[in-house]
């Protein structure tokens, strides 16, 4: 009798169970990892032959996003920039009904760097298609990617790269001879400011502008001819303005935030962290350190180097920039600046350098979120010892 009774029950509770199940299902069931991993572990491997352009970016964001428009989702960021161009940030999401550790990663807004976009753009078309880099790193997190962050610096510099080059600070001086040559480096964007002193001169270094401890490296102000010229204020460029408002608002999301820039000395390839205006170190200085590090070792150079992991500020202090505003005003905690080696106007046609600073650039953001990993011990268990990701 009890026996049956509790058959009884048991059938019951089953049946509720059942009962349950279908009426509320899973969430997204459809949208669950196993089922995409299966769905996308073709790989067609972009490759980009050139230095991309604005228009590049955005067509090849535009076909991610018309192939995948579940899981890709494109961001026109605003204001435009001087020359009206729109800044565009892309962001990968395998699960839209929750949130997953964000992973924001910004480039091109040093004009000098022409493959960081090229490399934002690849990274996410692994993300996306190769089966290597879906598990983890497409299905745990949530990125949010700005390729291109001046564009009309890139444009500008792209347009002049024929001409014989002439010092910098000589370029801008002299207008008459602005016409055959091109300046021998240019770090900023095209800006023409209102009430302008200077009319010789133009352009503002996009990350002097943000406005987190503006100008407490220099004395004076830069002259605007100069290429680290901040700016009549903070936030003066449309550029920093657009990318500040995407970062504020995604700050919730975000966990951590790479700023993909370039080195350019070779053999002067560099992980670094905030601050960069001041020496203080910030609080957080050692977990900085420890991923760094990690994540060096992870990303070994091809000659056997290790990239130098340290704190920004030790090599030389750097105020208003993007990474300090980042940690500084929006308060993500790890902010990391990449800088593998970049020449300045390459050879266009010649794209060893490029797929040299690609794969670098790659390899260094996914060692990043390795050593990131490790650190918080997420999915990893120590095992006789040894640490095994899973
Ligand atoms: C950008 O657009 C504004 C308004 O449409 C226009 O006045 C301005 O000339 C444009 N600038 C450039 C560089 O095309
Ligand atoms: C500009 O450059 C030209 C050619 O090098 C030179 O002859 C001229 O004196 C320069 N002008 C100024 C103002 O430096
Ligand atoms: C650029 O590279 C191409 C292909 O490697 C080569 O043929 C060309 O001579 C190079 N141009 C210059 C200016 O070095």
């Excluded at 009884?8 to 949208?31: C, E, H, K, Q, T």
């Excluded at 208003?320 to 929006?330: A, F, H, K, N």
């Amino acid at each position: 009798m009890l026996l049956q009774i509790k058959i009884y029950l048991i059938s019951v509770l089953y049946f509720l169970g059942a009962l349950y199940m279908v009426f509320f299902p899973p969430r997204n069931f459809d949208l669950s990892g196993a089922k995409i991993r299966t769905t996308r572990s073709t790989s067609d491997s972009l490759k980009l032959q050139k230095y991309v352009d604005h228009k590049t970016v955005s067509l090849v964001l535009d076909g991610f996003r018309r192939r995948d428009p579940d899981v890709v989702n494109v961001v026109n960021l605003t204001p435009q920039t001087f020359e009206n161009r729109t800044i565009l940030a892309v962001e990968l999401r395998s699960d839209k009904q929750t949130r997953k550790p964000g992973i924001l990663i910004v480039g091109g807004l040093n004009p000098m760097a022409w493959a960081s976009p090229n490399a934002i753009l690849e990274l996410s078309e692994k993300l996306l298609y190769d089966a290597h880099y879906q598990t983890p790193f497409f299905n745990d997190y949530d990125w949010y990617l700005v390729p291109m962050g001046n564009p009309d610096g890139i444009e500008f510099t792209h347009k002049l790269r024929t001409r014989p080059p002439l010092d910098s600070a000589d370029w801008a001086q002299n207008i008459s001879v602005r016409a055959e040559t091109r300046p021998s480096e240019w770090h900023k964007n095209v800006d023409l400011e209102d009430e302008q002193k200077d009319t010789r001169c133009f352009g503002t270094n996009i990350n002097r502008n943000f406005a987190y401890h503006w100008q407490d490296d220099v004395h004076k102000t830069p002259t605007q001819c100069c290429q680290y010229y901040p700016g009549q204020k903070p936030f003066s460029t449309a550029e920093a303005r657009a990318i500040r408002k995407y970062v504020d608002k995604m700050g919730d999301f975000i966990n951590l935030a790479i700023h993909l820039h370039a080195s350019f000395k070779p053999k002067k390839e560099y992980i670094l962290y905030p601050w960069r205006y001041s020496l203080r170190s910030p609080s957080n200085y050692r977990t900085l350190q420890e991923i760094g590090e990690y994540a060096a070792r992870q990303a070994r150079l091809q000659d056997g180097r290790l990239y130098q992991v340290h704190q920004s500020s030790n090599d030389e202090r750097v105020a208003g920039t993007l990474i300090d505003y980042i940690s500084g005003v929006v308060g993500v905690d790890l902010v990391f600046l990449i800088k593998p080696y970049h020449e300045m106007f390459p050879n266009f046609t010649d794209t060893n350098n490029l797929r040299l600073y690609v794969k670098k650039s790659i390899t260094t953001v996914l060692s990043l979120v390795r050593a990131w990993r490790s650190s918080t011990r997420q999915n990893t268990l120590s095992f006789f010892g040894r640490d095994v990701e899973f």
